[in-house]
């Protein structure tokens, strides 16, 4: 089975640069999803890495690692609206996604 | 290009009583998803449709939960009878994985209160 690894919550203040880390268990897969969930609504797609390095969108970037079975997700200049809950996905070989429990951000001004 | 609908966004039911859900994808997404999101959790795959076949249901509570897509468009999900736990958000998601992105859209849930 997949186990992911998410910190419950983090607090960073409003400029600042902030690193979301996921870590996980899986036998193999396809690659790894970052989703934003903002209170009350529907997930939302950020990004999603199939090879190791860093994919960089904007203010967001993610990072990948196989072999360390880890990934991060960057945000930079971090404003109010970037408060929200961050979700790491694993799609692994065969099956179906797997979300980690997700790590709610607070960006205070 | 309209999102993923659903409805209702909200539901307030007692235990043991019945309670269905609706989802229409985006236009020409063949797949379809259903996943569970209990408060401060990640979302939890129910069930998964390509067109109007089930492809995993592994993790759908089948002795109260059905779900169908009878046209391989929108499609119900249902719970019948509803237990306390059952109280979460339904999320629906498509993705156009038949043409090889696998990229999930999400609806906007229904939020399900049993008391």
């Known amino acids: 089975g997949q186990n992911i690894d998410q910190p419950t919550e983090m607090t960073a203040t409003e400029g600042a640069i902030v690193q979301i880390n996921c870590t996980y268990q899986?036998?193999?897969?396809?690659?790894l999803f970052w989703y934003q969930q903002h209170a009350g609504e529907a997930p939302t797609f950020l990004s999603y890495n199939v090879l190791d390095g860093l994919e960089e969108k904007g203010r967001f970037s993610s990072f990948l690692s196989r072999s360390k079975g880890y990934s991060y997700l960057l945000l930079k200049e971090l404003q109010m609206k970037d408060s929200a809950s961050y979700l790491c996905?694993?799609?692994?070989?065969?099956?179906?996604?797997?979300f980690g429990p997700g790590t709610r951000l607070s960006v205070l001004p | 290009e309209a999102g993923v609908a659903q409805s209702p966004r909200y539901k307030i039911i007692e235990k043991r009583q019945s309670v269905a859900f609706w989802c229409n994808p985006i236009?020409?997404?063949?797949?379809l998803y259903w996943y569970q999101q209990i408060l401060g959790q990640g979302p939890k795959l129910l069930i998964q449709f390509q067109n109007n076949g089930v492809v995993d249901d592994s993790q759908l509570p089948k002795d109260r939960f059905s779900a169908e897509r009878l046209k391989g468009v929108d499609s119900t999900l249902k719970i019948q009878p509803a237990k306390l736990e059952d109280s979460a958000v339904y999320l629906c998601?498509?993705?156009?994985?038949?043409?090889?992105?696998?990229?999930?859209?999400f609806g906007p849930g229904t939020r399900l209160l049993v008391l």
């Open positions: 996905a694993v799609w692994p070989y065969g099956q179906n996604f797997v």
């Open positions: 899986t036998s193999g897969f396809n690659g």
């Open positions: 236009s020409g997404h063949a797949t």
């Open positions: 998601a498509s993705s156009p994985r038949d043409r090889g992105e696998e990229t999930q859209y």
